[in-house]
């Protein structure tokens, strides 16, 4: 599978993009546990255009990671273009537009998963970002905005024919958010249809080894991409293509708060290592574990956060 000039390997897996989550010091983590490709936060255009720092530092992306996409959201076509060109600098190996997200303040102002109510302006805008840079455009989008307009069949050829190089279809409607089971019957009839030339990248509930070998067999996708079952688990992609799980996942999350708080700072390195310490796996089954969680969920100091960890090990072995 290629995308562009990029090789990749059999059945690649791919990390998603995740507001909050894709910091560069998970990204580095998931790359190094066996993530094919990477992708940034998403950032908003129009933030991007005005120069808000917030939106710029998420454009910082490291040789380490490589390949790497960056993403970006608008529902504004002159923005959109020009946040793509200002992206384009930062050199990412692949530019990727969200019309997929499908949370209030994006899609109710008509971006993300917005722009399904919106097919003209979606495919104007696509068009006119792969005509204004020379990276790899891909698009991320979902089967359509609702149960009643599965419009992904006809999108995807539309989409192909503005020039992305590769598609990744959400198995869900905007309707659904993320409740429900992703659908991928409509993802393996895209991959299906003798026009789509593209790679189609399969993405929801993707949380296993089983679950990728399911798309890749059954649905026929190229790559997959890796959601919500990162949180707390850059070690996934491992399992996923290898099998193996780490014998000491605790060290892994040490290190990623290490990370935050080396490439941010304290007080928001912790915070950003957080929504991964509530949602990892390896302290289930742990007796009695909630006094400790609602500590390590409150700890305002790295040290502290590092005592209260340390002192998981002992809670876990005993499990």
């Not at 419009?151 to 192909?160: D, G, N, P, Y």
């Not at 007796?287 to 998981?312: G, K, V, W, Y």
Request: charged fraction near 25%; proline fraction near 5%.
């Amino acid at each position: 599978m290629k995308i562009g000039d990029i090789e990749f390997g059999p059945r690649p897996v791919f990390l998603a993009p995740m507001e909050d989550v894709t910091d560069i010091g998970f990204r580095l983590l998931c790359k190094r546990f066996g993530a094919s490709m990477v992708y940034t936060e998403f950032v908003s255009a129009e933030a991007l255009v005005r120069d808000v720092a917030a939106a710029v530092r998420k454009l910082q992306i490291s040789d380490e990671e490589r390949p790497v996409g960056i993403q970006i959201y608008g529902r504004d076509t002159d923005a959109m273009v020009e946040a793509a060109r200002i992206v384009e600098q930062a050199g990412p190996d692949v530019i990727d537009l969200n019309f997929g997200c499908p949370v209030k303040k994006v899609a109710g102002k008509g971006a993300g998963a917005g722009m399904l109510q919106n097919i003209p302006k979606m495919l104007d805008i696509t068009r006119q970002v792969v005509n204004a840079v020379k990276v790899p455009v891909t698009v991320k989008t979902r089967l359509g905005w609702d149960q009643n307009n599965l419009i992904i069949t006809t999108l995807a050829e539309q989409l192909q024919d503005c020039g992305i190089k590769a598609l990744t279809i959400h198995g869900r409607t905007r309707a659904q958010m993320y409740t429900g089971e992703a659908d991928w019957t409509l993802i393996g009839e895209v991959k299906r249809n003798p026009r789509i030339t593209i790679p189609i990248i399969g993405n929801g509930d993707i949380a296993s080894a089983d679950d990728a070998k399911r798309a890749f067999e059954q649905y026929g996708v190229d790559a997959v991409m890796v959601g919500r079952a990162t949180f707390g688990r850059p070690w996934i992609f491992q399992e996923i293509r290898e099998g193996i799980t780490p014998a000491d996942p605790l060290s892994i999350l040490e290190e990623l708060l290490r990370i935050n708080v080396e490439r941010i700072d304290e007080p928001r390195g912790i915070i950003h290592t957080r929504r991964h310490l509530a949602a990892t796996p390896i302290f289930k089954g742990i007796p009695n574990f909630r006094p400790t969680r609602i500590a390590m969920l409150r700890a305002t100091t790295m040290t502290e956060l590092m005592d209260i960890l340390e002192s998981t090990r002992t809670l876990r072995d005993e499990k």
